[in-house]
Antibody
């Protein structure tokens, strides 16, 4: 069955770089896309970006200068890197399979930006 | 970017019919395919896909959920509302990148 699981550090210092991994199973990254979505505490969902089955990527324009999404198809992993983190980047970060809608989601990983 | 507008809070009574609206700043339809999707999210959980492409029920979702609309105006209907449906509901468009979400509608009991 389709599964996604996010992993990464729970705490990041301000101005540092966030690195998250989404490990998938039950589908191929060569055919299906994966999106990253984040949610600050008590707030709504923010779409961050997508990596398509082709390997192409699209990003939220507000985050584009700081954000990079890549993948390793042999390991069934998708990576998110975002630099210069600030306290407002504190959020739950989710990955989801993307077939022009997010039909399967990981449970998310909480990232806190604090010194 | 396409902006999706939702009412922030909706008070409902159990057993009644309720509709949640989502209005897009521009058309999210391509050749009669309406690229709006609806998610339910409960506290501490990941979002769950309810409806894709405006009116298609996702796998395992009860038939009391339905979706409709075209162009810029879309509706999620729950009939009848059950206690388990008290949650936040988000619409999302996939007409063009960035694939934005609405701010969400929180369902509350009257």
């Amino acid at each position: 069955q389709v599964q996604l699981k996010e992993s990464g550090p729970g705490l990041v210092q301000p101005s540092q770089t966030l690195s998250l991994t989404c490990t998938v199973s039950g589908f191929s990254l060569r055919s299906d896309g994966v999106i990253w979505v984040r949610q600050p505490p008590g707030k709504g969902l923010e779409w961050m970006g997508v990596t398509w089955g082709s390997g192409n990527t699209n990003y939220n324009s507000a985050l584009k200068s700081r954000l990079s999404i890549s993948r390793d198809t042999s390991k069934s992993q998708v990576f998110l890197k975002m630099n210069n983190l600030q306290t407002e980047d504190t959020a739950m970060y989710f990955c989801a399979r993307w077939d022009y809608s997010g039909d399967y989601w990981g449970q998310g990983v909480m990232v806190t930006v604090s010194s | 970017d396409i902006v999706l507008t939702q009412s922030p809070v909706l008070a409902v009574s159990l057993g009644q019919r309720t509709t949640i609206s989502c209005r897009a700043s521009q058309s999210v339809s391509i050749s009669s395919i309406n690229l709006i999707h609806w998610y339910q999210q409960k506290p501490g959980q990941q979002p769950k896909l309810l409806i894709f492409r405006a009116s298609n029920l996702a796998s395992g979702i009860p038939a009391r959920f339905s979706g409709s609309g075209s162009g810029t105006d879309f509706t999620l209907t729950i009939d009848p509302v059950q206690a388990d449906d008290i949650a936040a509901y988000y619409c999302q468009q996939s007409r063009e990148s960035p694939f934005t979400f609405g701010a969400g509608t929180k369902l509350e009991l009257k």
